[in-house]
């Protein structure tokens, strides 16, 4: 049962893509390196809990639930301005914008310090 989830997970993660543009932030990374990791811990000591989590995996990797609730429009809060400018979410403009080290809270103090 355990070797047959494992296949599972293999097969899920070859066909989750890693962006390399968002290196330490992007979700298919944290699959591969931790999420296996968790999954076999989780093999060890309940198998039912690894089942669900593993179908949770699958379910948002063939898009089920983009194709059960499907969305009115393409865009979000702020349009597609990120999909014209992919630069303004890669890991460069963070080093630059030096956002990435500073903590919500640091950032809230630091606009009202200007």
Known sequence: MAVHLSRRLNKVLKNWPIDSSRKGRDLGEYLHQEYR???EKLLSEDI???KNSLQ???????NCYWNRYPRKHNHGFIGDIVAK???ILS????????VSSMSLWQRFKASFNK
């Open 48 to 50: 039912e809990v690894a």
């Open 91 to 98: 890991n460069e403009n963070m080093k630059q914008m030096n």
């Open 85 to 87: 400018n992919p630069w």
């Open 56 to 62: 949770s995996l699958e379910n948002l990797n063939n």
């Open 37 to 39: 990791l968790t999954f």
